[in-house]
């Protein structure tokens, strides 16, 4: 189950560092490509904290 949060979590943070750069590199006198994992990383660090927040989800079975 914590593999299947970690990818959505994953995804999640991919997505919002894509959001997050758009426009912002590529161009003359744009940020370094570094920039967008210094972004990925913080949105990483702050929904894997956020998820810590979240109640469990029952188990169903026995």
Not at 31 to 40: H, I, K, Y
Request: aromatic share 10%; net charge negative; charged share 25%.
């Amino acid at each position: 189950m914590a593999r299947e949060i970690d990818w959505a979590l994953f995804e999640k943070a991919v997505d919002l560092t894509a959001a997050a750069v758009r426009g912002s590199l590529g161009g003359e006198g744009s940020q370094p490509a570094s920039f967008a994992a210094d972004v990925f990383r913080e949105v990483w660090t702050a929904l894997k904290e956020a998820s810590q927040d979240l109640p469990e989800k029952p188990r169903t079975g026995f």
